[in-house]
């Protein structure tokens, strides 16, 4: 008795199926771990250059002994901000998630009329990257949430550990996925 078994010449339905499904895994599975380094790559970027700023800014003011005149202008102005900060070659800074304008905001805070503290303000900033970007910066300063275009007039109300940071970093008034917020740099 001889058996003829004819050879299948190509895949089954449910074979091409499973290596869809496979290669679907694996594409998802790069673009998550994609996403999550490029996310961890700004908040460095951030962290990086927002201290970078503020020790440019109290070198830059020292002499003068408050932060009277500080604003974005004057400190785009200066020759030592990071190129990655700077919009073009226009007085405006930016920040890895926004090249808006006034996505970066620099003045002095007014407490009691000294201008000896200063704030930074990021407007359009991702939920996820202000608790990452105020955990790893939160020693150096006091966090507020504000709006866009505010500045906050003193230290009073800035939050005093890393939870309450964190809870102000919980997204803006509409519930989107964007917050703004403000570092306050208290003199020392």
Known sequence: MQLNFKRQAGATLIEIIMVVALMAIITIGALTYYNSASQSSKVQETVTTLTALTSMIRNQFASQGNY??????VVAAFGNVPKTMRVDDTTELKHPWSSAANAIKIGP??????NTDFYVQLADLPTRACTDIVTKTFKSFGVLKGTAGTAPASAAGAYTTIATAVAGCGGNVSGADTTVVTMNFYSK
Do not use: H, K, S, Y
């Not at 009277?68 to 202008?73: A, C, I, K, S």
């Open 68 to 73: 009277t005149g500080l604003d974005e202008v």
């Open 109 to 114: 805070m007014n407490g009691a009329g000294t």
